[in-house]
């Protein structure tokens, strides 16, 4: 215990976020010096370090998150070597930072999200345990149960991180995360912490790096810069049948997974629609429009009503996508849209500051869950601390 107190007692402390989304397509890692905490929180990023999650823990990794492939024994199995391939991201990330591991006070891991079942379970892999012992470094982990035990969908979890780090006393603030799953929060201009919301708008990147993966036999598995869409058309059947999904229609509080658009969703609209199209590539041109109106849509139903938006801002993956930047301004026309590098930031780190700022607020024992976000009863302190 006096480990930790002595963390807890300086006033700048270095910490590694580590974020493996639903795209699986690394772990993000940043390095942050974070001075403070609660709403006086200030943070700098040091270094940020992108590792490539190895094929076959892919592979596995997808085959978790079926209830069709998925067993016991592989769960239990890639929890330990997700583990180990964090504890090689964080060692990777302080020799490329030129700083000994025993010089960082924390980590805060996010682990791997096999499955969400929103209001009643959520599991996420990659073993803390392992994390700090082969670091050496007090690792605080699983942020998501504590809030779906509090009766909340345990995401999304980032809001509370984003709110300290882009609240505007004169602006109303969207940001737009596109990972394998799109989520938007709002930070209406000059608000209190209790008035921001934030909710899953639908797939993000997910249906389109399956399709993709799909239609070149593995040879690629996302859409770079968007460059196979901008080469197809909308198939109006196709959206349609999209458009018709039940998730669209449901009302924030909501979150939603690869459980609902994953890969099993999207290998069933492939097989169903490539011999429909005389392109396959109206395939990608399709589902990339869907994840553009899906967020378009949530905007004009749920926020809209309410705020006036002054800026969205986009990161994640999705963000490097020229065509769905591109179809997302299409819709929002009269709105100012950014991606995090138009204002110094970098899209792909900034889930893996989050995870930073959370650990840090959870060793002070700060709330750091957003009830009316989340859905939750009451504010709680997320992570687990391993020591």
Same mark, same amino acid.
């Given at each position: 215990m006096e480990k930790l107190f002595n963390i807890i007692n300086k006033n700048k402390?270095?910490?590694?976020?580590?974020?493996? !989304?639903?795209?699986?397509? /690394?772990?993000?890692?940043?390095?942050?010096?974070?001075? /403070?905490n609660g709403l006086n929180t200030k943070v700098k990023l040091i270094n940020f370090h992108k590792h490539e999650m190895p094929v076959h823990l892919k592979q596995d990794i997808l085959k978790a998150c079926s209830i069709e492939k998925s067993s016991t024994e592989l769960i239990c199995r890639l929890n330990f070597l997700l583990g180990e391939e964090f504890s090689k991201a964080v060692l990777e990330t302080c020799e490329l930072s030129g700083i000994p591991p025993s010089k960082i006070d924390l980590i805060g891991s996010h682990g791997q999200t096999v499955y969400h079942i929103p209001r009643n379970s959520t599991l996420q892999i990659g073993e803390p345990s392992v994390i700090a012992e082969r670091t050496g470094i007090t690792t605080v982990a699983d942020f998501r149960v504590r809030d779906v035990a509090a009766g909340g969908h345990g995401a999304p979890i980032v809001p509370y991180t984003e709110y300290i780090l882009y609240r505007n006393i004169e602006k109303t603030i969207v940001l737009q995360n596109i990972g394998g799953i799109g989520n938007a929060t709002v930070i209406p201009k000059n608000s209190t912490i209790?008035?921001?919301?934030?909710?899953?708008?639908?797939? /993000?990147?997910?249906? =389109?790096d399956a399709i993709v993966n799909e239609i070149t036999k593995g040879q690629k598995?996302?859409?770079?810069?968007g460059k196979l869409a901008s080469k197809g058309n909308i198939n109006r059947e196709l959206f349609e049948e999209l458009m018709s999904h039940p998730y669209i229609y449901k009302e924030p509080p909501k979150t939603t997974g690869r459980e609902e658009f994953g890969v099993d969703f999207s290998k069933k609209i492939y097989e169903k629609y490539k011999k429909i199209v005389k392109n396959e590539l109206d395939i990608i041109t399709t589902v990339t429009y869907f994840t553009a109106k899906t967020i378009a849509d949530s905007y004009k139903k749920w926020i809209l009503p309410y705020h006036k938006i002054d800026e969205i801002i986009i990161s994640? !993956?999705?963000?490097?996508?020229?065509?769905?930047?591109?179809?997302?301004?299409?819709?929002?026309?009269?709105?100012?849209? #950014?991606?995090?590098?138009? @204002?110094?930031?970098?899209?792909? $780190?900034?889930?893996? =500051?989050? #995870?930073? @700022? %959370? $650990?840090?607020?959870? =060793?002070? !024992?700060?709330?750091?869950?957003?009830?009316?976000?989340?859905?939750?009863?009451?504010?709680?302190? %997320? !992570?687990?601390?391993?020591?």
């Open positions: 402390k270095l910490i590694i976020g580590l974020m493996s !989304g639903t795209s699986i397509d /690394g772990i993000d890692c940043a390095l942050v010096e974070i001075e /403070g209790d008035q921001v919301y934030a909710f899953d708008t639908g797939p /993000g990147n997910m249906i =389109i598995h996302y859409d770079e810069e994640g !993956g999705g963000s490097y996508n020229k065509t769905l930047i591109n179809m997302i301004k299409e819709e929002l026309k009269e709105i100012k849209i #950014m991606i995090q590098e138009d @204002i110094g930031y970098s899209s792909d $780190a900034k889930e893996a =500051i989050a #995870m930073a @700022i %959370l $650990a840090n607020e959870t =060793i002070h !024992g700060n709330f750091n869950n957003l009830p009316r976000v989340t859905g939750a009863s009451k504010p709680v302190v %997320l !992570g687990k601390i391993i020591f």
